[in-house]
């Protein structure tokens, strides 16, 4: 009331009344309404103090984590680009080393085919050239065992026929002349 009673005394004497009956037909009490402009006061300090600046810092955080996350991602996708441009890359490589190999491969078989194939023709022409003088020397052995025959037949035939014993040198005779005439 004290207060009050200052604003009273200290607005003119015709405003006073005025002025106190606007403050009465109200009901403005000025020690309710400095209480509550402290409590207010007080609660606002307190709210920002502990509530409002908390959520603003938290909000804040959040914030800056979300982006964090984002750039993050971005570089996760872009690292992700890389490495499959990366793999595409090697399996390109990788294809055309493939395909190298195996047209080496197959160049080496066609070499090795050739080589093997040279190899097995020799084979067979030396083996047909030892079949040749293997043959060769049989009839020139089957020839000799043949004239050798022909002349003892000779020769026996020849000793019957003349009934006579015929000697070395006649036999020697005959089976010169038999050998000449087969040779002929």
Same mark, same amino acid.
Do not use: C, H
């Given at each position: ?14 405003e ?32 920002? &103090? ?19 996350g ?22 390109? &490589? ?10 080496d ?20 022409a ?10 060769e ?11 050798k ?8 035939? =020849? ?7 015929? =000697?070395?040198?006649d036999? &020697? =005779?005959i089976?010169?002349s038999?050998n ?5």
């Amino acid at each position: 009331m004290n207060v009050y009673l200052l604003i009273a005394n200290a607005a003119p004497a015709v405003e006073k009344s005025a002025l106190q009956d606007t403050l009465e037909q109200f009901g403005w009490n000025p020690l309710a309404f400095f209480s509550q402009v402290i409590s207010f006061s007080l609660v606002a300090f307190l709210l920002n &103090k502990f509530a409002y600046k908390p959520v603003l810092a938290m909000l804040e955080e959040r914030k800056k984590r979300i982006e964090d996350g984002l750039a993050n991602a971005r570089q996760v996708e872009e690292k992700l680009a890389e490495a499959t441009q990366a793999a595409e890359d090697i399996r390109g &490589k990788a294809n055309a080393d493939a395909v190298k190999m195996i047209a080496d491969a197959q160049a080496a078989a066609k070499v090795v085919t050739e080589r093997e194939g040279q190899r097995a023709v020799a084979q067979a022409a030396d083996i047909i050239q030892k079949a040749r003088e293997a043959g060769e020397a049989e009839a020139k052995r089957l020839m000799a065992e043949l004239k050798k025959d022909i002349s003892r037949l000779i020769v026996d035939s =020849t000793a019957k026929v003349t009934g006579k014993v015929l =000697t070395d040198a006649d036999r &020697k =005779t005959i089976v010169d002349s038999t050998n000449k005439e087969l040779a002929a």
